[in-house]
C-alpha cells in the first residue's frame, strides 16, 4: 500500500470514507475548512499496524485497511532519532482506548471563530479526549518533538495542519 515505506513513528494523514467522514466533513465546517481533504491522520507503530483515534476510542489497527485510500506520510519530511521513534510508538500505543469526543471539534472550532474560553482550551489540551491529529500530535510532544512552533495552544491540531507539515496540503 504506502508507496513510501514508513518507519515506526511516522504519521499519516488520509481520507475517510462513509458515514464517519461524512462527521467529519461536518467539523470541517464547523472549523472553518481548515481540515481541507485530508481528514485523519494516524501514528506508524511497526509491523504494518497503527494507532489512530477514532470514534469508538483510539484503537490499534492493520495498515492494510487504508489501502486503496491517498494516504500523505511524515516520513522525509520529519526527522528523527531512533530514540524519538520508540518513544512516539510507545506514546501512541499508550493512548490506544482513550475516547474519541465531538467536544474536541467544538472546541476546535470555537478557537477558530476566535472564542477563546477556558472551556475550549481545556478540551484541546486534554488527553482523556482526542481525535485523530491530536492524538498524533500528543505522541510526538511525549517523545520531545514539537510539530508546530507557531504558539499554539496544545491540542489545537487538526488532519490538515499535520498534511502542512508535510507539504501535503
Known amino acids: 500500500m504506502p508507496q513510501v515505506q514508513p518507519l515506526p513513528g511516522d504519521f499519516a494523514v488520509t481520507s475517510v470514507r462513509g458515514q464517519v467522514g ?3 466533513s461536518v467539523g470541517e465546517w ?3 475548512s481548515r481540515f481541507g481533504h485530508w481528514d485523519h491522520a494516524f501514528v ?3 509491523d504494518d499496524q497503527l494507532v489512530e483515534a477514532e470514534p469508538g ?3 490499534l489497527a492493520n495498515l492494510d485497511e487504508y489501502q ?3 494516504v500523505a506520510w511524515s516520513t522525509g519530511h520529519v526527522e528523527l532519532t531512533e530514540e524519538q521513534r520508540t518513544a512516539i510508538v510507545a506514546a501512541a500505543r499508550s493512548f490506544i482506548g482513550v475516547p474519541y469526543s465531538a467536544a474536541d471539534y467544538l472546541a ?5 471563530f476566535h472564542l477563546r474560553i477556558a472551556w475550549a482550551r481545556t478540551v484541546m ?3 482523556r479526549s482526542m481525535i485523530c491529529s491530536e492524538l498524533c500530535d500528543a505522541a510526538y510532544d511525549v517523545a520531545g518533538v514539537h510539530l508546530f512552533s507557531d504558539g499554539r495552544e496544545p491540542g489545537d491540531v487538526t488532519p490538515a495542519d499535520l498534511a502542512n507539515v508535510i507539504g501535503a496540503a
Not at 108 to 112: Q, T, Y
Open 30 to 32: 464547523l472549523n472553518g
Open 57 to 59: 476510542g483510539a484503537r
Open 125 to 127: 489540551a486534554s488527553r
Open 68 to 70: 486503496g485510500r491517498p
Open 44 to 46: 506508524y507503530v511497526g
Open 108 to 112: 476546535l472550532a470555537l478557537w477558530h
Open 22 to 24: 461524512l462527521l467529519i
